[in-house]
């Protein structure tokens, strides 16, 4: 039986590149189910073609794509969105990240980081620029100034440095190299850490430690 292709939508307000993404994806084997040019018509028809991924620009006129992000994630669970463009400013990426977005490329990626990141964000990965996931998680450990809340769950010092890892954009496969350990083990670990926070995949995963500054590398 021939595997489904993952199936994206792409929003941007300029034609040409929305058309050249599209074009691009679908040679290479994604189903392209439709185009948008702004937030308001990207929410409208995301709604009716339920795609697995959103390809999404931020600068979309009256509407920003992180309302739009904002309003997809929240009425299409299974729909993930992967934020794509040419701003890797501060407060754009975290607001992307606190709207939904499963990941943030910038447009000056290559085909093949798109192509990778639309997979990985689909499979549930958590995905960013190399050196976006520090300035995010960085961002969040200066603004993350209170005291800990005291019925935080407790994690382990192994789960902790796979959280840092999981949010830093790490596939399992390199968080095993990096930590020298199996891949089961650390699928292992990510299930308990998951099961501890009450998340749902690694997604929520990574935005729990980007909410909650874990940014450190492991001693």
Not at 25 to 30: D, Y
Not at 58 to 72: D, H
Not at 113 to 121: G, I, K, P, Q, S
Not at 174 to 182: E, F, G, Y
């Amino acid at each position: 039986m021939t595997e489904q292709p993952i199936s994206i939508m792409v929003v941007d307000d300029h034609p040409i590149w929305r058309d050249g993404v599209a074009r691009d994806l679908a040679e290479r084997g994604f189903e392209v189910r439709a185009t948008a040019g702004d937030a308001a018509s990207a929410v409208r028809i995301a709604r009716t073609v339920r795609p697995d991924v959103v390809l999404m620009d931020l600068n979309l006129g009256e509407e920003s794509g992180v309302e739009a992000t904002r309003k997809i994630t929240g009425e299409l669970t299974d729909t993930r969105v992967l934020v794509l463009s040419a701003s890797g400013e501060h407060n754009d990426v975290l607001e992307a990240v606190k709207a939904g977005a499963s990941g943030y490329l910038v447009k000056s990626a290559s085909a093949e980081e798109l192509v990778a990141a639309v997979r990985r964000t689909w499979a549930g990965d958590a995905v960013f620029n190399a050196g976006l996931a520090g300035l995010v998680l960085g961002e969040y450990r200066r603004m993350a100034s209170g005291p800990e809340e005291s019925g935080a769950p407790k994690l382990t010092d192994r789960e902790t440095e796979v959280l840092r890892l999981v949010a830093k954009g790490l596939t399992a496969r390199q968080i095993a190299d990096r930590l020298v350990l199996s891949h089961r083990t650390v699928e292992n670990h990510v299930q308990s850490t998951l099961r501890k926070l009450q998340l749902h995949n690694r997604v929520e995963l990574a935005r729990y430690a980007i909410e909650h500054g874990l940014d450190g590398e492991p001693d």
